[in-house]
T-cell receptor
Framework: GQQLNQSPQSMFIQEGEDVSMNCTSSSIFNTWLWYKQDPGEGPVLLIALYKAGELTSNGRLTAQFGITRKDSFLNISASIPSDVGIYFCAGQRGGADGLTFGKGTHLIIQP | DAGITQSPRHKVTETGTPVTLRCHQT?????MYWYRQDPGHGLRLIHYSYGVKDTDKGEVSDGYSVSRSKTEDFLLTLESATSSQTSVYFCAISAVGGSGANVLTFGAGSRLTVL
């Protein structure tokens, strides 16, 4: 099946630092999405990207849809304790066949 | 959780027993999905539905069946549970399909342990 390579697998940072994570694929996707999952809950959508080259912000979060349609990145500026969680990228080619997910980036913030 | 209810939220069962997980939505969305989440694998699609009685297989469908007799309900059945099916199962819904972007909204998950 389709593979999304998400990196890094985990990040240990200090509060206030900026965070960057990315996803790459060998296949083209027409939509890229970024989700966050808190312990014991389902993933929650953070940002959706619909066009190649698109750069979208949501508060301290910024995500970009790569020009080649094969990659995307997510940046978090000035991290705070509630940013802790697992971040997933997801790609979709089109149609109703669901999303392909990366394996997640665990973000841990050290006091 | 945007009108998505999964039940049961937790279940422990024995190998070889049948198990059914239920996803109920109040959003009247056309598309519904079942994913499983395992350490090291992320979220993987099991089955999905694009309408009443219309379903299709996902990446990891072996050992699972689904049914959708009403728009609001999507059932996932393990006919004979195995230990490899111990996982957290997530239901998701979407209003957009076809050639449009497909943004999924997830339920809170059902944790299944097969002993």
């Amino acid at each position: 099946g389709q593979q999304l390579n998400q990196s890094p697998q985990s990040m240990f940072i200090q509060e206030g630092e900026d965070v960057s994570m990315n996803c790459t694929s060998s296949s083209i996707f027409n939509t890229w999405l970024w989700y966050k999952q808190d312990p014991g809950e389902g993933p929650v959508l953070l940002i959706a990207l619909y066009k190649a080259g698109e750069l979208t912000s949501n508060g301290r979060l910024t995500a970009q849809f790569g020009i080649t349609r094969k990659d995307s990145f997510l940046n978090i500026s000035a991290s705070i304790p509630s940013d802790v969680g697992i971040y997933f990228c997801a790609g979709q080619r089109g149609g109703a066949d669901g999303l392909t997910f990366g394996k997640g980036t665990h973000l841990i913030i050290q006091p | 959780d945007a009108g998505i209810t999964q039940s049961p939220r937790h279940k422990v069962t024995e190998t070889g027993t049948p198990v059914t997980l239920r996803c109920h939505q109040t959003e009247n969305h056309r598309y519904m999905y079942w994913y499983r989440q395992d350490p090291g694998h992320g979220l993987r699609l099991i089955h999905y539905s694009y309408g009443v009685k219309d379903t299709d297989k996902g990446e990891v469908s072996d050992g699972y069946s689904v049914s959708r007799s009403k728009t609001e309900d999507f059932l996932l059945t393990l006919e004979s549970a195995t230990s490899s099916q111990t996982s957290v199962y997530f239901c998701a819904i979407s209003a957009v399909g076809g050639s449009g972007a497909n943004v999924l909204t997830f339920g809170a998950g059902s944790r299944l342990t097969v002993l």
